[in-house]
């Protein structure tokens, strides 16, 4: 009799596994794990480029790089020179000062642009700084890529 009780404890532990693993399946299709459903969203790229280190509060890319519009926000707690910044491997400069939670807008360069209104874009972002503080020269890397619709 000893036996069977741990044959049906052992039983329902493998029943328990199948069913976490179906769920993290049907999570990832569904979209519940960005990293396994195969990117993030509009909304998921917000919530992290608002809060990220140099914060990217507002981007309107368009067809034309003239009309694209792009804000970066400093959310350190020390004043920064914001250098530049690439765009999937596209350098845009900026060269503005940053006191800590203010913020500048750059519009009309002629680097950033989308091919096609209506489409996503999804930009892999690095941005150089100096930490007038401290004088150090420093790299952010987007852990999350920018990603938004071509505008027109």
Known sequence: MATTRGQAATEYIIMFAVVV?????????????PTISGGIGERESSAY?????????KHHISLNSNNSVMTFRNNQNYPIFLERATFNGVELIIGRTLAPGTTVEIKGRD???????????YFNV?????????????TFIGERPLVGTCQN
């Open 21 to 33: 693993i179906i769920a993290i399946i049907v999570a990832g299709v569904l979209g519940g794990f």
């Open 49 to 57: 480029w608002t809060t990220s280190q140099i914060a990217i509060t």
């Open 111 to 121: 680097s950033i642009w989308c091919p096609l209104q209506g489409t996503k874009y």
């Open 126 to 138: 690095t941005i150089y700084y100096t930490d007038l503080e401290s004088g150090s020269e420093l």
